[in-house]
């Protein structure tokens, strides 16, 4: 009978663990991209940023040049910038003139804005404005939000 | 005999307009004001700002809130003017 040197017998098993460990693992997989985490945007909610009067806007609906006091036949207007969004917002200017109060026009508007927007309203009298002092107060969904105090002189 | 009102100004000839930079809601409504003077009815009113005096309707059913009887409007009375 054929027997085996323990040395030999050792050296077999190596061989063949030896093997074993060889054998090529097949390649991991490309590692997935991770796409970069992207910011969710918090809905920034609807609010009046300012409201600033003068003669002329431009076409972004901005005052050209604030004023507060205007010639009689000046056409008057407001700017209101807001920033947020919504589906819907009633701004309304409402114009007065003197210490009573007289009402000397008042309109409203319904926007939807998205994002930074430039609402204007703007007023004229072709007769002349009568000299004195004049108030626009501006409101949002029915709430006042700004007031604005100016002066038509000769 | 002098009135309290006798000397307020006449605002009756206020053109207004107004515009945005932002989006239109789908149900946008534009509403603005007419100050009454003396002589003023609801048609003429209507015939002065839409041209038709027809439409006087348009303007009582805006105002039902001041307006209990559409031939009783009195100068110095503020009024919404619809979709003007």
Not at chain 1, 52 to 75: M, V, Y
Request: glycine content about 8%; proline content about 10%; aromatic content about 6%.
């Amino acid at each position: 009978m054929r027997t085996f040197h323990p040395a030999a017998m050792l050296a077999l098993v190596a061989a063949v663990a030896l093997g074993a460990c060889a054998k090529k693992e097949p390649p991991p997989p490309p590692p997935t991209p991770v796409p970069a985490p992207t910011a969710v945007p918090t809905p920034v909610p609807f609010k009046v940023t300012s409201v600033d009067l003068g003669k002329s806007i431009g076409e972004d609906k901005k005052i050209k040049e604030t004023a507060a006091a205007f010639a009689p036949k000046d056409t008057i207007y407001a700017a209101i910038s807001s920033e947020g969004a919504a589906a819907k917002v009633t701004l309304k200017a409402h114009w007065t003139f003197g210490a009573k109060n007289q009402v000397v026009n008042e309109e409203t508007r319904d926007i939807a804005p998205t994002g930074p927007a430039v609402s204007e309203f703007h007023i004229a009298k072709p007769s002349g404005w009568p000299v004195g002092k004049y108030k626009l107060e501006v409101s949002a969904d029915g709430a006042s939000v700004a007031t604005k105090d100016f002066e038509v002189k000769k | 005999m002098a009135f309290p009102d006798e000397k307020e100004p006449d605002f009756s000839d206020v053109e207004s307009g107004s515009s945005s930079s932002a989006a239109k809601p789908k149900d946008e409504v534009v509403t603005r004001t007419y100050t009454v003077v003396g002589g003023d009815s609801l048609s003429k009113i209507a015939k002065k700002i839409y041209g038709d005096g027809g439409r006087w309707t348009e303007i009582f059913d805006a105002n039902k809130d001041t307006i209990k009887n559409p031939d009783m409007i009195h100068p110095g009375q503020v009024l919404k003017i619809p979709g003007a």
